[in-house]
């Protein structure tokens, strides 16, 4: 059974966490309730938890999600919800990420932490392909994986392309590693941060890749759109060139769109 903390002060969500029957059967035990940014502490310190829900005034909570940041970054944090209905249905969210997140993958070498960072990667490759449908999805299920990227800031979104190749050419079967290993080298050779920016490449099954550059939450920038694509470009241009020489792997960048946030990636945003 999975374990849980509710932080919260609210009268709306602490007699919608009573009236969830049978916590066993949703797969958690009981949460540990505490109201505020030291009772957080106090039970963190006393108790393990496999998710978070926080709902308390917004200076509080900017106290909370700072210190979690800092000592918890991999615990999810999932939403508390006003209504029973609710709880139950960001709770089963919980469960399934918490399943993944766990599973046995046998003689596989992965790590909790792996999995939570794959589990990043396929919600935001359904958000580049139109499959996230609401701005509060987006927001909620960045919390729940406990990604870094801030929403509301600008951000460059890249695609790369095969110099010649046609739509009956796809990429990912040209290269004989498959699509999986493809994106893993794509990661591997300009992934991650860099200058405040996180930078996810992502492999389709229509054989597009895209790659997302958007900038970290909390961290201060004054780069401009126009400097932004500068530094970005050049640093995937070097990782381009590096997949060229040691895996013979031939890209370009076909197409550049500065977004003013992640927002507009939903899919409710084209209504």
Excluded at 14 to 22: D, G, H, I, S
Excluded at 216 to 241: C, N
């Amino acid at each position: 059974m999975y374990k849980l903390l509710l932080v919260s002060d609210r009268d709306d969500v602490l007699e919608a966490f009573e009236q969830v029957e049978n916590w066993e059967r949703q797969g958690f035990k009981q949460p540990h309730i505490r109201h505020d940014y030291e009772g957080t502490l106090d039970s963190l310190s006393k108790h393990h938890a496999d998710g978070i829900a926080v709902a308390v005034n917004p200076e509080e909570e900017k106290k909370i999600l700072a210190y979690l940041q800092e000592n918890y970054p991999n615990v999810p944090i999932f939403q508390a919800g006003t209504t029973s209905e609710e709880v139950l249905r960001y709770l089963n969210e919980l469960n399934i990420l918490l399943n993944r997140i766990h599973a046995d993958f046998s003689n596989d070498r992965f790590r909790e932490i792996d999995m939570l960072q794959e589990c990043r990667h396929d919600f935001f490759r359904k958000l580049l392909t139109g499959r996230i449908e609401h701005k509060d999805d987006l927001v909620r299920n960045m919390r729940l994986l406990r990604s870094r990227m801030d929403p509301d800031r600008p951000c460059l979104l890249v695609e790369l392309a095969q110099p010649n190749s046609t739509e009956s050419d796809k990429l990912e079967g040209r290269w004989h590693y498959g699509a999986d290993r493809l994106e893993l080298a794509l990661r591997n050779s300009f992934g991650g941060d860099v200058e405040g920016f996180h930078i996810l490449p992502t492999v389709h099954t229509n054989g597009r890749i895209l790659v997302l550059c958007c900038p970290l939450y909390g961290v201060e920038s004054s780069v401009t759109g126009e400097k932004m694509t500068t530094v970005l470009t050049e640093h995937i241009s070097d990782g381009i060139a590096h997949l060229k020489e040691f895996f013979g792997l031939d890209l370009q960048i076909s197409e550049i769109r500065i977004l003013p946030s992640l927002y507009v990636l939903c899919a409710d945003a084209a209504e």
